[in-house]
């Protein structure tokens, strides 16, 4: 069975695939279990190197900090499985963790401030106040109605000339405070107009592939 564990580690990390060499704070695991929660799901391996290389895990005290991040570290509790495999001769922890359907999951910082976070590629980044609202608006029932005004179509004209933007500048283009901006934002994002981007550099806004200019969506006209 080795040979499971060894083709996981060739695949290296990933969206959904983390390795960590040790696990000596459970705050910082916690941001990891909370990141694979919010988007995909996805494992631990640990007692394996970033490199690939097998380390082994030192004893059962690793296992009880993620049970640790988990439960005291997450809100809510992150619910996962984990199996104990010996490869050449040394043991590796599997973390499975499932994608939740009670998003957002948050982890609780060294200033005991909680942030939720998404993983992106084979990185952990910081969920942003618009995707929160996203999320806290999906588990609404009502529809999203949004009025058509210049802002709207300004919006929609710069994506489909500079294909993204950040919220700074649809605010400086657009000559508008920054919570207007955001309501602009989640909005689009909710009737999947536009997509967020993040990335290591920031967080961008862009067309949705599969919106369809012409298609009819929920929106009031404005006068």
Known sequence: MSRYIKNLIKEGEHQQQDFKFEIADSRKIARSLVAFSNTDGGKLLVGV????????????????????????????????????????????????IPKMSNIP???????????????VKD??????????????????TKGVYIKYSKIEKLLLDSLKNEKQIT????????????FKAEKVLVNFVLLKI???????KGVFYKLNKDYQPNKEIPIIESN
């Open 123 to 140: 990185k952990n980044l910081l969920a942003n106040k618009i995707l929160l609202e996203v999320w806290k608006r999906k588990k609404k």
């Open 194 to 200: 536009i997509d967020i981007n993040f990335t290591e």
């Open 167 to 178: 919220l700074n500048q649809f605010c400086k283009l657009a000559k508008i405070p920054r």
């Open 105 to 119: 999951h948050f982890a609780k910082n060294e200033n005991n401030k909680w942030f939720a976070y998404i993983r």
């Open 49 to 96: 190197k970033d490199n690939g290389a097998i380390a082994g895990v030192r004893s059962d005290e690793e296992f009880h900090m993620v049970e640790a991040a988990a439960q005291i570290y997450c809100k809510p509790e992150i619910i996962f499985t984990a199996k104990e495999w010996t490869v050449d001769g040394k043991s590796i922890l599997e973390i499975n």
